[in-house]
């Protein structure tokens, strides 16, 4: 088995004690001899094992070696013949668990750094200045996209690419879905994010903000445009919470709320935005993933003294990238592992004063695969806080599924739809993403998209 000589690069970050007070970029990117120098370790595999471990399919072995000879901008663009959103997927896709999970140099070793790769060939080009695509021959036929988010602009950009008349319809003020409300600015500037939106507008797609399918017009006044096949990326943005005792008392917030109104509508920079976020001196954030790290992570810049991970599990079982866990841990954060709420205590005006929590120990495995936490007798106590964090994962947004007939949903609210092509139980209606597994990662919901921007093809070649 080949073992590379160089080592992978690691990629430059902003210091701890200096990212903690900013929302700045914590990871800076690689510059060219880095790049270079990361590039060279790939071995240039006959069967390459990443490729297929590519949600969307990018060929990284062609547009690495593009870059080891020094090409960027063109292993930008090869990049960009199967991934719309390249910027972002450098940056928060998990990577260890796909393409670099299967990566020959893996088994012996480290993988090649195929995400930072990435990041930096489409930076590069970014910076470059982009060549304007291609337009295709117009078919002739409309689509309507709904949610702007990963899946629904993945589908949108590969149905504008072989010529459909797309409209992506947008419920917030921004576009980007997850991307823009749900990421801090830390991990994904929003900047990145508009200018991938961006190129996917200059591919011919419309954009239609301000526009809540399923209130504002319905999934059959589409139709009734002249729409012939509509796309449902609506995402999952409906919070859960513990139903413990406490949980309506002022200062407990959903991860939602919490991140939307820091990220998304600037509370960081309140007064010049003009949304307020109360955070305390004591946060606690209740979870395990990477939505808790976020949290997290901003009730430090947001100027919280005592940050904290309330997680039921051990810290093997969380679900969270490493990398985000141990960025946590550098910038401060103190993890209560095994560690269970069970009651939040308010003061005499309505406010969070503390959270009481039970220790744990696991036990047997459950239907997750995971060992179940199991409560210690006696080992109640109390930690002093004054803000919590739910981030427990979210439910699909139920409104499309309640206002468009035929629509069926699991008991959980996920869209039914057939696997293979995002098709629901109504003819010409697909979907994908969040809205049919409940919350996942950015690139599979992007996978997602793509499948079915495929599967309408073929149903909408059937219909000229």
């Known amino acids: 088995m080949p073992v590379s000589k160089t080592p992978r690069q690691e990629m430059p970050r902003q210091r701890p004690e200096d990212r903690v007070q900013n929302f700045n970029e914590v990871a800076l990117g690689f510059d ?27 060929q990284i072995p062609q547009f690495i070696e593009m870059i080891h000879e020094g090409d960027y901008a063109g292993a930008g663009e090869k990049i960009k013949e199967t991934n719309s959103l390249p910027a972002v997927c ?13 990566c020959v140099l893996g088994k012996k070793g480290e993988p090649v750094a195929i995400g930072r790769l990435e990041r930096f060939a489409v930076d590069y080009q970014r910076k470059a200045g982009l060549k304007p695509p291609l337009k295709p021959e ?9 949610g702007s988010g990963p899946a629904g602009l993945t589908c949108a950009g590969d149905l504008a690419k072989l010529g459909y008349q797309v409209t992506m319809f947008e419920a917030l003020h921004a576009p980007g879905g997850v991307l823009v409300y749900g990421i801090p600015e830390f991990r994904l500037p929003k900047q990145i994010v508009a200018e991938e939106v961006e190129y996917v507008k200059s591919l011919g797609v419309e954009l239609v903000l301000n526009a809540i399918v399923g209130r504002t017009l319905t999934v059959d006044d589409l ?25 309506n008392l002022m200062g407990v917030y ?16 309140f007064p010049v935005y003009d949304t307020p976020i109360k955070c305390g001196k004591r946060v606690a954030v209740i979870g395990g993933g990477n939505v808790a790290m976020d949290s997290v992570r901003c009730a430090l810049r947001l100027g919280a003294e005592e940050a904290h991970i309330v997680y039921r599990r051990s810290e093997v079982e969380m679900p969270a990238r490493l990398e985000e866990v ?35 120990e696991l036990g047997e495995p459950d ?5 179940r936490p199991v409560p210690r007798k006696g080992s109640e106590f109390i930690m002093e806080v004054d803000t919590m964090v739910m981030a427990l994962g979210t439910s699909p947004n139920p409104i499309c599924a309640r206002t468009t007939q035929g ?21 010409g209606v697909y979907a994908g993403g969040d809205a049919v597994t409940g919350s996942a990662t950015v690139i599979l919901a992007m996978g997602a998209g793509k499948a079915a921007a495929q599967a309408m093809d073929e149903y909408l070649k059937t219909k000229r």
């Open 138 to 146: 117009p078919v002739g036929q409309k689509v309507a996209i709904v």
């Open 32 to 58: 060219e001899e880095m790049a270079k120098k990361e590039a060279s370790r790939c071995i240039q595999c006959k069967k390459p094992l990443c490729v297929p471990g590519c949600p969307v399919n990018v």
């Open 90 to 102: 450098g940056r928060v896709c998990p990577q260890e668990e796909q393409c670099e999970k299967t």
């Open 367 to 371: 239907a997750s695969g995971r060992r």
């Open 254 to 269: 959903s991860a939602n709320e919490w991140l939307t109104r820091t990220n998304l509508m600037k509370a960081y920079l």
């Open 223 to 247: 139709f009734a445009g002249g729409y012939e096949a509509v796309f449902l990326g609506t995402g999952a943005g409906l919070p859960k919470f513990m139903d413990i005792p406490g949980e």
């Open 326 to 360: 141990e960025n946590a841990k550098e910038e401060g954060v103190i993890f209560e592992m095994l560690t269970l709420p069970v009651r939040i205590l308010g003061d005499e005006k309505g406010w969070v004063k503390g959270l009481e929590c039970v220790r744990m």
């Open 407 to 427: 629509l069926q949903v699991h008991s959980w609210g996920g869209l039914i739809v057939d696997e293979s092509t995002g098709l629901t139980t109504r003819q």
